[in-house]
């Protein structure tokens, strides 16, 4: 066993691996581009502060799952690892001063995020999701577009068996009065409640509905439904939201179980599962509104949207669900040479090569011919440009490696030659 390891809950991802995350990167951009979604990144640590206000301060991801940058001085400030795109965002947002752009401020981060979660398939301490957010608009059309966003992500992704579950969670205004009737019921269970979710119900009666704890799944049959108890504003927008989705053909699941537990999280809420994976640890995604959240981090009141698709989850979806992706694609030719020490001139002749686009490699050892030939091979070029006697002459050999043939070529017809065949003409 080699000495040192990646650190428990990490991996490398080997060059293999990296086109298929590649191409999800491209479809993430490139449908950003498409929604109007511009591109911001964020420090990878903040304030702790940040994230105890904007994740909040009894989840999960806080107590148990944040990443603390221990400081070097008594007086310096505590920072920690960024556990989700939304909360630096919205930081940013408040910072630059971004309440006077246009409204919304539509933007997207992609990129590693940290959890000191317990490692297990699917979840790892650094992992990479999409964040899409848009800040500034209180209407349900930009909810729906979001969530339609979403979906065709993962349809671009292979992935079309993908539904979107939806709920509301009302606002301020009337959330609390379905706390109260919440806490009442499962007051009136406590002694079934497993002890774990009797802490929770001191803190944030909310987050029990979300449980997958066996026994409280059962219970949680019978709680008392949000989407019952919402004011007539928060019922209408959340009306509005399913007929932009209806408008939009997007199918979607109610699921008043979905919920997030915080006061400034609002009304829209909603996940990303495949058809019939419902199940503990399955979401790919998920988002909703947070209308609180701008005030709380120093800005003036404004309403948001997002979500977070995790990169992570989808490629393991991906090779489950045996979606083809791309694999790693080999320089077109190696240049190679019959003098093993004329490593100057291959590297000359793929300089010029690359100069015009192609994607050429040259070999470089100092080794024989029947060497180079077999590593160029062993790669997957389609050819070797073999520079001999006939390179005083302006010629090459280009070698089909595929065809086991080979002829004589001008030098100054390889560029033409070779863009020809990478394009399969």
Known sequence: ??????????????????????????????????????????????????????????????????????????????????????????????????????????????????????????????????????????????????????????????????????????????????????????????????????????????????SKDPALVRINVDAPVITEHLCDACADHFAEVKDHLDALGVEHRPETGLVRGLDYYTRTAFEYYRRGREGQQQALGGGGRYDGLVELLGGKHTPGIGFALGLDRVILTQQDAGVEVPSVRPPIAVVVGADPGGTAERLRVATDLRAEGLPVRADLAIRKLGRQLEAAAREGSRFAIILGDELSEGNVQLRDLEAASQKVVAIDDLPALLLRKSQGS
Not at 119 to 131: C, I, S, T, V
Not at 182 to 193: C, P, T, V, W
Request: glycine share 8%; aromatic share 10%.
């Open 1 to 210: 066993m080699p000495p040192y390891r990646a650190p428990r809950g990490t991996r490398d991802l080997l060059p293999a691996e990296r086109p298929a995350w590649r191409a999800l990167a491209d479809i993430a951009r490139s449908l950003s581009d498409a929604y109007g979604y511009r591109e911001i990144e964020t420090p990878l640590f903040e304030q702790v502060d940040v994230f105890e206000r904007g994740v909040g301060a009894v989840t999960d991801i806080i107590e148990k799952e944040l990443f603390r940058i221990a400081p070097r001085t008594e007086d310096a400030e505590v920072w920690a690892l960024r556990p989700e795109g939304t909360a630096g965002i919205v930081r940013a947002y408040v910072q630059h001063g971004m309440q006077t752009w246009p409204q919304p401020v539509r933007l997207m981060l992609l990129g590693p995020m940290f959890r000191y979660d317990r490692p297990q398939a699917g979840r790892y301490r650094q992992f990479w999701q999409w964040d899409i957010e848009a800040i500034g608009d209180a209407g349900p059309a930009i909810d729906a577009e979001i969530i339609e966003l979403g979906l065709r992500f993962y349809r671009e992704a292979g992935l079309e068996d993908v539904e979107v579950h939806l709920n509301s969670i009302g606002d301020p205004g009337c959330r609390p009065a379905y706390i109260e009737a919440l806490g009442a019921f499962y007051a009136k269970r406590l002694d079934e409640l497993p002890p774990h979710e009797r802490e929770r119900l001191a803190t944030n009666p909310l987050r029990l509905l979300d």
